[in-house]
């Protein structure tokens, strides 16, 4: 099954085809009118790698704060639980970043939007910075992650509609940087030391600002989601096709935040369940780099992957890749071995599942925003819930109890792809 059916061929008298079909453009006529839209590039070459480099940033920025609490705790005499808000705080912005600049997109130019992110998270890190107490430090994380939430959204919003037939393997390319950063950003506060994080966020600032001057790169009127042939324009009535949507985004939104519950308990409790299972401390702590390594590798691996099959398919088999994956970890031997593949199935979906979304609800704007938005709140009540629930279950059973989440995320990905079959034409 792909993405791409053959071409078929041109009616006598038909327009010659753009023979610039491929390029970094947005469709030509994506509402079905006939109505065509820009054809010029929604990113430069120049602004697709920044793009990358934002995301890189963004994936440093939020794996800071963990590592810098011992500095935090010396700095403002704090207890472990009160030095964590920093991170939530920083979650917390990026949630409402979200939500605030899908209002504005599409209001607001692309490069503007953009710029206002990136400002803001250099302002939030500086003020994280130099606070000179706890309260202001937390508002500079909020303001950070509000920066972040813009960026977050931003620039995978703009790639998944942006490439055409690529934007699912632009956006794996694209969130595999994240995963760089978050695998740099702890090694630069271990280089410096906890007690300087202050130097690390400081220098985090400066380096948002050159990215300002790629903006000039990315095409400031957001192109449009691609829609299905023959599917009906909205029209504010509640029919069977609105009912038909509602499940279908409120299934994607389970999807999102079960999968990114499983991928934050895996990085909280592998080390401890692998631990409990009778590993060294040091195998716990390097098999859990690794998952974080293999998930930035899998998301490079299924760029090109991407381009030959659908993104059903593709997220249908990590979805069974990693239940089966996570079932493994339950044999204490095999535990180091079955999480690293956890981390390469699961790396796929999220940036996977944003175009399927996109094509599956063309007339639902806010869609890509509610799923982001969806996937952070996963992040953040995952290790909560899961500590909650192995409280009675134990340690040993940490890898069954995310199996059984997974296999809800396989159902899922099975009744959206029903779901969102096309109809064949009568």
Aim: charge should be positive.
């Amino acid at each position: 099954m792909t993405d791409h059916p053959t071409a078929q061929r041109a009616p006598a008298g038909s327009p010659t085809p753009d023979p610039t079909a491929g390029a970094i453009h947005g469709p030509t006529d994506v509402t079905g009118t006939g109505v065509g839209t820009s054809t010029a590039p929604v990113f430069t070459p120049s602004a697709v790698v920044a793009s990358c480099v934002g995301f890189m940033l963004i994936g440093a920025l939020q794996a800071f704060y963990g590592p810098a609490i011992p500095g935090l705790r010396e700095e403002f005499g704090l207890s472990p639980s009160v030095a964590g808000l920093g991170l939530s705080a920083h979650f917390v912005g990026g949630v409402a970043g979200v939500l605030l600049f899908d209002r504005l997109y599409g209001r607001t130019g692309n490069r503007r939007i953009l710029a206002a992110s990136y400002l803001l998270m250099a302002v939030g890190s500086a003020g994280f910075a130099v606070a000179p107490n706890w309260p202001l430090a937390l508002t500079a994380a909020l303001l950070a992650g509000f920066g972040f939430g813009g960026i977050d959204y931003g620039l995978n919003q703009l790639f998944a509609v942006g490439f055409g037939h690529r934007s699912t393997a632009m956006l794996n390319v694209l969130n595999a940087h994240f995963g760089i950063g978050a695998i740099l950003g702890p090694v630069l506060i271990a280089v410096v030391g906890a007690e300087h994080y202050p130097v690390v966020f400081l220098v985090f600032a400066l380096a948002n600002l050159p990215l300002l001057f790629c903006l000039r790169g990315v095409r400031d009127s957001p192109p449009r989601s691609p829609q299905p042939p023959g599917s009906p324009a909205p029209t504010g009535a509640s029919t069977p096709a609105d009912r038909a949507l509602r499940s279908v985004l409120a299934v994607f939104v389970a999807l999102y935040v079960l999968h990114v519950g499983i991928e934050a308990g895996v990085g909280g409790w592998e080390p401890t369940h692998l631990e409990t299972v009778g590993h060294g401390a040091g195998v716990a702590a390097t098999a859990t780099s690794v998952y974080w390594l293999m998930m930035t590798v899998g998301r490079f691996l299924v760029a090109p992957i991407a381009l030959r099959f659908s993104a059903q398919t593709i997220i249908t088999v990590s979805c069974a890749g990693m239940t089966g994956c996570l079932l493994l970890a339950a044999v204490p031997d095999l535990a180091p071995f079955a999480y690293a593949g956890v981390g390469l199935f699961i790396a796929p979906i999220f940036p996977t599942g944003l175009p399927w979304l996109h094509r599956a609800a063309p007339h639902a704007r806010r869609a890509g925003a509610v799923v982001i938005a969806a996937s952070m709140m996963g992040g953040v009540a995952a290790g909560p819930a899961l500590g909650k629930v192995i409280e009675w279950s134990g340690v040993r059973a940490v890898p069954l109890l995310l199996a059984a989440v997974s296999a809800v995320c396989l159902a899922a990905t099975l009744w959206l792809t029903r779901a969102t079959r096309p109809k064949p034409a009568r």
